[in-house]
Nanobody
Framework: QVQLVESGGGLVQPGGSLRLSCAAS????????MGWYRQAPGKQRELVAD???????KYADSVKGRFTISRDNAKNTVYLQMNSLNSEDTAVYYC?????????????WGQGTQVTVSS
């Protein structure tokens, strides 16, 4: 059993910053890539950023230069530092983590955390 616990969402004014965290726990032998997705009302879930086990990162064009993904392998945690937020960043943010556990390789989703950018 693997659990992902997200934290750090909330309400922020345009131009502000937030830092999301997602910690994986449970029966984990190793972790592959870790990523953040988001889903705004009426829209499909989209990839925001991804980081491999080796630290290679990938970003959606809409967040390049504003968001930074990082990971702490000792803590099985992935972070998303979000700066210069605007209203288009309003969405539920989900972490997605590839885990090798007792059931083999599986990808797991966090429960989601709401990010609202509004004045």
């Amino acid at each position: 059993q693997v659990q992902l616990v997200e934290s750090g969402g909330g309400l922020v004014q345009p131009g502000g910053s937030l830092r999301l965290s997602c910690a994986a726990s449970g029966s984990i032998f190793s972790i592959d890539s870790m990523g953040w997705y988001r889903q705004a009302p009426g829209k499909q879930r989209e990839l925001v950023a991804d980081i491999t086990s080796g630290g290679v990162t990938k970003y959606a064009d809409s967040v390049k230069g504003r968001f930074t993904i990082s990971r702490d392998n000792a803590k099985n945690t992935v972070y998303l530092q979000m700066n210069s937020l605007n209203s288009e960043d309003t969405a539920v943010y989900y972490c997605n983590v590839g885990v090798f556990g007792v059931a083999g390789w599986r990808r797991h989703w966090g429960q989601g955390t709401q990010v609202t950018v509004s004045s």
